[in-house]
Each structure stands twice: as structure tokens, then as C-alpha cells.
């Protein structure tokens, strides 16, 4: 079996949670003997046209961007070459450019979208897209959801409840080695007392600048490891407030990122809107077994912490509920503890690439069977 990945981006151009999503998928399904290409958009596809971990990266040419969508015109006829040769087309959702080539091509193979939100940012533009989407969205063979709780709470997904599944998002232990003891020493010896981790990129919809407003709150350690277009202003408010517990540590290497992991009292995750729909940081916590804080923002955060079992889950946009909750775990252990171990049960009950990427191929194998 042959499957086509499409999306905007993926690596080596960028490598987000879709992406990182994506490469999971065609490297696990590999051990059932499927055979994933992945097709994105790209400054350089020459030179960024590339096997990656047994699977082709394909790239045609980025001409421009507007309102975060990429544009191309040699995708066309890239999508048609690539997809002849597959048996599965998996689309990841949402990118319109996506959805007119996909339209536009009069595909006759078996389609998947693994839809991994709602269109957020562009709603004023929405109106002039949503004829489209549901047309794509009406056509493809099958819907993949990320959380019930995704399904629960879209307004889109309401209208295909009949052909959505769900598969939640997983990832794989073996590429988050443990850390070197000397490694983790040397973090022990810089943040000696207990801190709180923030992982992701600094974007808006991350809430980093409320979890901010929460460190003025209290005098517990920050430590946020990151970096993004939000970086700039965030850095100037942690200064301007002279919030020497906030530490803004930007990009680092897998093994520095577990052995904070690792170290950590547990996971800070401020998220505040709909944008953040699952949170793969999230279950980098619960992989490690730790404590979780998150926003109850009607998205798959809240499958991945669940209040009282996992962690704590505080109301959006509220620094005071976040500094409490923070303070809450950092003064019981056993408590903390205890969060721990279930989100390390739910991650291996859940979360794990093996068990995401069983569902894919089961999935596949009934696309193909049903249009046989």
C-alpha cells in the first residue's frame, strides 16, 4: 500500500505537531508495509526534497503567503503526479489551498482527512472559504477527529459526525531518549529549586503571556523553553515587570528538553484559544509522567489532562486560577505525584505512536476494502 500525505508544510522547512504528526504516521505504518510520500510547500524543493526516516518528503514551490496560507502553483500538477502513484490520499486539515486541489483534481482514490482544527485565526475570511471546505470536507471517504472532545465542540465536525472517527494523536518514546546524568546535573545545579516547564512556540494563541501575568503572582520558577514571533514582547514584559522567576531559555536539544522534563514539578500549558487543539506537549508531560496545568478551552487539552486525574485544568485567561493551580501542585507531592502516574497510564493507554499508528493502517486497510 501506497499512501500520499498532503499538508502546507513539513520537513526540513518546518517540523510543528502537524508535521511531527504526519512523520509519526508514515514512519510507524512502514512496519505494516505502507509506503508513505509527503507533499508540502516549500522555498527551496530542490534542495528540500529529501528522504527523511524511509518515507520522500516532496516539496513544490512556495510563491506566496496570505492570512498563514501558503500559495502555489506547481502543487497542482505535483498532487496529480504523486497521487496517481497511491493507493490513499491523506489530506491534514486545514489549508484551503489544500482543499481546491484536492476539487480540482477529480481524484478517484480512497481519501482520508485527519482534521486537526477549526479554521481560528481567518474568520473574517471564512465566509468567502466555508462553501469550499464543506464541499471538500463532503467529499473525502473518511474524517479523523483528534479528541472527542474536538468532535464534541466543532460546529464543522457536527455536520460528518456520521463518517468521523476518532484517533488521538500519539508519539513515540523512543525519540525522547533520557537524559545523561551529567546532563540533568547541570540543569539541577542552574534551577535548584522547584519549577514549572512551558514547552511550544511562542505564539499568540499560547497564553504565555497570561502565564506571565501568573508569575507576578507567585514566586515559583518559570521555565519556558521556545521561541516565536511573540518572543520579543513576551522577553520585554518579563523585563519590565523584573520577573527574575521567569526564564526564557528559547530553542534547545531533545536531551536538554527530557532532562528539564524530567526535572520539572510539571507542565505548564496557558493555551486560551481554540487554535490549540490537542497540545502534543501535553502528552510529552504525561510520556514522562508528569503533572499537567491546561485551559478548558472546549479542545483535545482537556482529553489529554483530565481535571482531577491528570493535573488541573483552570479557566482561560484567569493569571490568578493559573498562579493557584501552580502554587496547589507545588506544595502537595503526593497530589502532584499522583497526577503523575495516571498521566503516564493514560499515555500508554492513549497517547503512544504505536497505538495511533495501529488505528491508521486499520483505517486504510477499510478504505481500501470499501472501494474495492
Known amino acids: ?99 481546491v486541489v484536492h476539487l480540482t483534481s477529480r481524484l478517484k482514490k480512497p481519501t482520508i482527512v485527519t482534521y486537526h482544527s477549526d479554521v481560528v485565526k481567518q474568520r473574517l475570511l471564512l465566509p468567502l472559504y466555508r462553501p469550499i471546505m464543506h464541499r471538500f470536507l463532503a467529499s473525502v471517504d473518511s474524517i479523523v477527529a483528534t479528541s472527542p472532545n474536538y468532535v464534541a465542540t466543532s460546529d464543522v465536525l457536527q455536520h460528518y459526525k456520521a463518517k468521523t472517527t476518532v484517533i488521538p494523536l500519539g508519539l513515540d518514546e523512543r525519540d525522547y531518549p533520557r537524559a545523561p546524568e551529567d546532563v540533568k546535573a547541570r540543569w539541577r545545579a542552574q534551577y535548584p529549586k522547584p519549577f514549572f516547564l512551558f514547552v511550544g512556540v511562542l505564539r499568540y494563541y499560547k497564553g504565555v503571556h497570561i502565564l506571565l501575568e501568573a508569575a507576578r503572582k507567585t514566586e515559583l520558577d518559570i521555565v519556558l523553553i521556545g521561541e516565536g514571533p511573540m518572543e520579543a514582547s513576551l522577553k520585554a514584559y518579563a523585563k519590565e515587570h523584573s520577573l527574575a522567576n521567569v526564564h526564557f531559555l528559547g530553542a534547545l536539544p531533545e536531551r536538554d ?116
Open 1 to 99: 500500500m501506497r499512501v500520499l500525505h498532503f499538508f502546507k508544510t513539513y520537513w526540513p522547512d518546518t517540523f510543528g505537531g502537524v508535521e511531527r504528526t504526519i512523520h509519526a504516521i508514515a514512519k510507524g505504518t512502514a512496519d505494516y508495509g505502507i509506503q508513505s510520500d509527503v507533499l508540502s510547500l516549500s522555498r527551496a524543493p530542490e534542495q528540500n526534497t529529501r528522504e527523511f526516516d524511509g518515507h520522500m518528503a516532496h516539496k513544490a514551490k512556495l510563491d506566496f503567503e496570505f492570512a498563514s496560507t501558503g500559495f502555489s502553483r506547481e502543487v497542482f500538477g505535483k498532487f496529480r503526479e504523486l497521487s496517481e502513484r497511491a493507493d490513499i490520499v491523506h489530506y491534514h486539515f486545514p489549508w484551503p489551498v489544500m482543499d
Open 257 to 372: 528538553k527530557t532532562a528539564l522534563l524530567e526535572l520539572s514539578t510539571g507542565l505548564v500549558f496557558p493555551s486560551h484559544l481554540r487554535s490549540e487543539a490537542f497540545g502534543l506537549s501535553l502528552v510529552e508531560a504525561a510520556m514522562f509522567g508528569k503533572p499537567m496545568i491546561s485551559c478548558e478551552i472546549g479542545t483535545g487539552t482537556s482529553f489529554v489532562n483530565t481535571h482531577g486525574e491528570t493535573g488541573l485544568v483552570v479557566a482561560p485567561v484567569d493569571a490568578t486560577a493559573l498562579a493557584d493551580a501552580m502554587m496547589d501542585l507545588s506544595s502537595n507531592a503526593v497530589v502532584a505525584d499522583k497526577y503523575g502516574r495516571t498521566s503516564r497510564n493514560r499515555y500508554i493507554e492513549l497517547f503512544s505512536a504505536q497505538r495511533m499508528v495501529e488505528s491508521y493502517q486499520e483505517l486504510y486497510k477499510g478504505l481500501l476494502v470499501s472501494n474495492e
